[in-house]
């Protein structure tokens, strides 16, 4: 707990003095003053929490979401997040079910920088998402204009369009912080573009497992996470910090 | 002239004079035959006025089409689609209407005109 506050207050002083009003300062560096800060590298595996918790709250929605990242370098990481999700949406004239699963790959950049040898991250990342699953339409009402006959057709038989795929590409942005060692909780935001899509015939995508609710204006969509991940470390690698005073 | 659909209390067209009327097809299945049928009510003002010798008219037409399902949009669902049109009049003792012409066979359009009645 100590650390997520030091970490909070330095993401409070960062914003409010400008790294060039240090730089301004500094006459000459000497060589001999650089500390030597370990950092970790390994493999951070994670799970996302608000889907599991809206999966117990919601009765339209289960799904579950693994997330993986590991670095590369200081400030780069290979991350992917895998999962499954199953939602209903229902409206007076549709009654449709989505099941699938969804494999995102991509990086991820932190932006910040980190004081001593803490290893929190403000990151941006691009990831490329694949999705299979069915649509299923569980049952529809005809639209209609005229109310001369008491009930519209209604159909109850279950039509189920499987084996559809999609494919997108994602902008994140999002932040982990490291509350004890090694574990980290974390929020990220998503902003989806879709690339392809398996339509059914005659009917259309409502929700992509990993996508989320298509939208009739576009091929946008937008999502976020909340998730917990442990890093298990492999490795450590020097990282200098040169003292400016 | 009154319009109902038969053994339908609900007026479609009640107590009017009009050259076009809008009648509304009943789906009960889909891909198959469907029939709605239609009383034509003439004159039902005979049937109340002072002479007894002038009566209403009634005549009889029936419909069938094939009733289908397209997809419209995620807010509206589906409509439907009528295609195979044919229409008859029932022959009875004094039929006013004289015969009836399907112009259109497939019906996805409310506005345009698909069957012709002459009396």
């Known amino acids: ?52 918790v809206r999966s117990f709250i919601d009765d339209d929605y289960k799904g579950f979401e693994i997330t993986a990242d590991y670095r590369l370098t200081q400030k780069l990481y290979l991350a992917g997040e895998l999962g499954t999700e199953e939602n209903s949406i229902r409206n007076d004239y549709l009654d449709v079910t989505a099941k699938g699963s969804y494999f995102k790959a991509g990086i991820d950049y932190n932006l910040y920088r980190n004081w001593l040898d803490m290893e929190n991250l403000i990151y941006t990342g691009l990831r490329v998402g694949v999705s299979t699953f069915s649509q299923n339409l569980n049952s529809y009402k005809i639209y209609t204009t005229d109310q001369y006959y008491d009930t519209p057709f209604t159909s109850t038989d279950l039509q189920e369009y499987k084996g559809l795929s999609a494919i997108w590409a994602e902008l994140v942005i999002g932040i982990k912080a490291e509350i004890v060692t090694n574990l980290f909780i974390g929020f990220n935001a998503q902003l989806k573009g879709l690339v392809a899509e398996d339509q059914p015939t005659n009917f259309e995508n409502l929700f992509i497992p990993g996508f989320n609710k298509t939208f009739d204006s576009g091929r946008f969509g937008f999502g976020f996470g909340y998730n917990v991940s442990y890093l298990i470390p492999i490795y450590k690698k020097n990282k200098k910090i040169a003292i400016e005073d | ?77 589906y409509k439907s689609v009528f295609n195979n049109l044919s229409a008859t009049r029932e022959t009875d003792l004094s039929n006013w209407i004289i015969d009836i012409q399907v112009i259109k066979d497939t019906i996805n359009n409310e506005n345009a005109a698909h069957i012709n009645i002459y009396h």
Do not use: W
């Open chain 1, 1 to 52: 707990m100590q650390r997520i506050s030091i970490f909070i207050i330095s993401l409070i002083i960062l914003m409010v003095f400008p790294e060039t009003s240090f730089s301004q300062e500094v006459q000459e560096k000497n060589a001999n003053d650089t500390i030597i800060i370990k950092q970790k590298y390994g493999l951070r595996l994670g799970g996302d929490i608000g889907r599991l």
């Open chain 2, 1 to 77: 002239m009154d319009v109902t659909a038969e053994g339908n209390p609900k007026y479609i067209v009640n107590d009017k004079t009009t050259d076009s009327i809008v009648l509304p097809l009943r789906v009960d299945a889909l891909d198959i035959l469907n029939t709605s049928r239609f009383v034509l009510t003439k004159d039902r003002d005979y049937d109340t006025d002072d002479d007894p010798n002038t009566v209403s008219n009634a005549d009889i037409i029936e419909v069938k089409y094939t009733p289908e399902l397209i997809y419209v949009s995620r807010a509206c669902g």
